[in-house]
């Protein structure tokens, strides 16, 4: 086993992400870059990336604001906060539905169980829930309208 960080690989064939006897409460494993938010964000957040190469606030209701390429580690806004790219999260505040996928919501920065569904809403799967506090986090970067 070779191991760099938190990456463990096992005889080149693959990478192992620590789920549950590595990861705490409001942590996360997995692909993670550092970035600049703009809003004060939250654990979990979910967030686009602006023209100006600024994370902000992913919000279904407008294309503008879409896609959700991100999801926050580190709470607050400016420069050096890290970001989940792809992964694993835990919150114990969160109540999913183990297997159910998660979407980008229409409240901006959230995350949601139910894909919107109003007329001018953006739909993008982002992960699914593996516990009701674990997420896997591998947003599709294709999303469609509801029309």
Same mark, same amino acid.
């Given at each position: ?59 279904? *209701?407008?294309? =503008?604001?879409? $896609?959700?390429?991100? /999801?926050?580690?580190? @709470?607050? %806004? +400016? ?12 919150? *114990?505040?969160? =109540?999913?539905? $183990?297997?159910?996928? /998660?979407?980008?919501? @229409?409240? %901006? +920065? ?38």
């Amino acid at each position: 086993m070779v191991s760099a960080g938190s990456i463990f690989l096992y005889n080149g064939t693959g990478i192992n992400i620590p789920l549950s006897t590595n990861l705490a409460d409001t942590t996360a494993h997995g692909i993670e870059i550092e970035g600049t938010v703009g809003p004060a964000a939250t654990f979990g957040y979910a967030l686009y990336l602006d023209n100006a190469g600024t994370y902000q606030a992913c919000d279904a *209701d407008a294309v =503008a604001t879409m $896609p959700c390429r991100a /999801l926050a580690i580190d @709470t607050g %806004a +400016g420069a050096n906060k890290l970001l989940l790219f792809q992964g694993v999260m835990r919150d *114990d505040s969160w =109540a999913w539905t $183990p297997g159910g996928t /998660l979407y980008a919501s @229409t409240t %901006a +920065g959230g995350i949601t169980q139910t894909a919107p569904s109003g007329i001018g809403d953006y739909m993008q799967p982002i992960g699914f829930a593996i516990t009701s506090a674990i997420i896997y986090f591998n947003p599709n970067t294709l999303f469609i309208e509801i029309v």
